[in-house]
């Protein structure tokens, strides 16, 4: 059973940066691609980065670019978004999210991944 569990969220003010963390467990880690979500208060869940499974590729929504950095650590089972120039359109309910299969290519699209952290609040003052 694939379990995520997000951590790092809080509340930073306009500029401030944010790392948060996801911890994942239950098959092989290495071998799928890793996602961030992110849900703004009223609004649908929105892409906001993705991996590979090697670590060697990222993606980004346009508002985020320049700002956010996805990384992984295949040996420690992790995935973290570092953010930075935090502005207060970023405050949402951030969600860790595992591809359902191996994927060759990198996905913003929800059905490519199967399995969903809790989430993690990110709230940004102005």
């Known amino acids: 059973q694939v379990q995520l569990v997000e951590s790092g969220g809080g509340l930073v003010q306009a500029g401030g940066s944010l790392r948060l963390f996801c911890a994942a467990s239950?098959?092989?880690?290495?071998?799928?691609?890793m996602a961030w979500f992110r849900q703004p208060p009223g609004k649908e869940r929105e892409f906001v980065a993705a991996?590979?499974?090697?670590?060697?590729?990222?993606y980004y929504a346009d508002s985020v670019k320049g700002r956010f950095a996805i990384s992984r650590d295949n040996a420690k089972n992790t995935v973290s978004l570092q953010m930075n120039s935090l502005k207060p359109e970023d405050t949402a309910v951030y969600y860790c999210?595992?591809?359902?299969?191996?994927?060759?290519?990198?996905?913003?699209?929800?059905?490519?991944?199967?399995?969903w952290g809790q989430g993690t609040q990110v709230t940004v003052s102005s």
């Open positions: 999210a595992q591809a359902r299969v191996f994927l060759s290519a990198l996905s913003k699209f929800r059905r490519d991944y199967g399995y």
């Open positions: 991996i590979t499974w090697s670590g060697d590729r990222s």
């Open positions: 239950g098959r092989t880690f290495s071998s799928y691609s």
